[in-house]
Nanobody
Framework: QVQLVESGGGLVQAGGSLRLSCAAS????????MAWYRQAPGKQRELVAA???????YYADSVRGRFTISRGSAKNTVYLQMNSLKPEDTGVYYC??????????????WGQGTQVTVSS
């Protein structure tokens, strides 16, 4: 079993910053891509940023230049530094990890989500 636990959400004024963290634990052999998604009320979940185990991150056009995704040195943690936040960045942010388990195959796992609210 694999668990993803997110933290760092909250309420911030427009123009402010937040840093989200997501830590993976459990029966992990290796982690491939880790990513952040978000879902605003009444909208579909969308990809915000993704990063492979080795290499550079990918960003949605709406956040490029404002958000930075990074992996921890142990590679089982992913961060999302969010700067110059806008009200349209409001939503529940979910972490996703593509994990090769120690005992079974490779699957995608999701965290429980953390709320980000940006006030105007």
């Amino acid at each position: 079993q694999v668990q993803l636990v997110e933290s760092g959400g909250g309420l911030v004024q427009a123009g402010g910053s937040l840093r989200l963290s997501c830590a993976a634990s459990g029966s992990i052999f290796s982690i491939n891509t880790m990513a952040w998604y978000r879902q605003a009320p009444g909208k579909q979940r969308e990809l915000v940023a993704a990063i492979p185990s080795v290499g550079s991150g990918y960003y949605a056009d709406s956040v490029r230049g404002r958000f930075t995704i990074s992996r921890g040195s142990a590679k089982n943690t992913v961060y999302l530094q969010m700067n110059s936040l806008k009200p349209e960045d409001t939503g529940v942010y979910y972490c996703k990890a593509n994990v090769r388990s120690s005992f079974s195959g490779t699957f995608d796992y999701w965290g429980q989500g953390t709320q980000v609210t940006v006030s105007s």
